[in-house]
Nanobody
């Protein structure tokens, strides 16, 4: 499956952004989808994941209550709504797909998008 992420940009602290990830090539609804991020000089870290139907979501603690993951299988699209953004959310955000159960580590994901940069100014 090919993944194309978009929606990043520059936003002030406290603002919002919505990231999108469009999938093509294989049946999108067969995959667990995740969002990861990588800040300069840091390792790629898990942000959120969602199961194939959208009924189960997972979040890293630092984004709980601020970020919402969702998917539209009819549109082959994954979303990440990010509210109350903080400077520490600044990173390149990647969408990823896996056939495994609701996974939270990068090594469990087989397919990756190219990343979209989110910069939060304080």
């Amino acid at each position: 499956v090919q993944l194309q992420a978009s929606g990043g940009g520059l936003v002030q602290a406290g603002g919002s952004l919505r990231l999108s990830c469009v999938a093509s090539g294989r049946t999108f609804s067969n995959y667990v989808m995740g969002w990861f991020r990588q800040a300069p000089g840091k390792e790629r870290e898990f942000v959120s994941a969602i199961n194939w139907s959208g009924s189960i979501q997972r979040y890293t603690d630092s984004v709980k209550g601020r970020f919402t993951i969702s998917r539209d299988n009819a549109k082959n699209t994954l979303y990440l709504q990010m509210n109350t953004l903080k400077s520490e959310d600044t990173a390149v955000y990647y969408c990823a797909a896996t056939s495994a159960v609701l996974a939270t580590t990068p090594s469990e994901y087989n397919y990756w998008g190219q990343g979209t940069l989110v910069t939060v100014s304080s």
